[in-house]
């Protein structure tokens, strides 16, 4: 069994900044991708930004510049910090990892996080 935790959504002003983190604990043998996915009201669920295990980043558009993400691969941890937020960054924040859970075969499954509200106010 494999969980995600999330931390660190709440309200913030525009302009401001808050840090989000996601915990993956379970029977794990290692930790792929890890990311973030946000969900607004009336919309679909978009990435916000992917980092693999090397390192190796993926951005959306709309959050370049803004947004920075980074994991810690000891503790299986991925953290997006949130700089210069909007009122457009409000929304429901996900995390997703994709874990390898045998060695021999590989056997790998994606987790989601429960999801951790942000809220930007004009």
């Known amino acids: 069994q494999v969980q995600l935790v999330e931390s660190g959504g709440g309200l913030a002003q525009a302009g401001g900044s808050l840090r989000l983190s996601c915990v993956a604990s379970?029977?794990?043998?290692?930790?792929?991708?890890m990311g973030w996915y946000r969900q607004a009201p009336g919309k679909q669920r978009e990435l916000v930004a992917d980092?693999?295990?090397?390192?190796?980043?993926n951005y959306a558009d709309s959050v370049k510049g803004r947004f920075t993400i980074s994991r810690d691969n000891a503790k299986n941890t991925v953290y997006l910090q949130m700089n210069t937020l909007t009122p457009e960054d409000t929304a429901v924040y996900y995390c997703?990892?994709?874990?390898?859970?045998?060695?021999?075969?590989?056997?790998?499954?994606?987790?989601w996080g429960q999801g951790t509200q942000v809220t930007v106010s004009s």
């Open positions: 997703h990892a994709d874990v390898q859970l045998t060695r021999l075969p590989v056997l790998t499954r994606n987790y």
């Open positions: 379970g029977s794990i043998i290692s930790v792929n991708d």
């Open positions: 980092i693999h295990r090397d390192g190796g980043t």
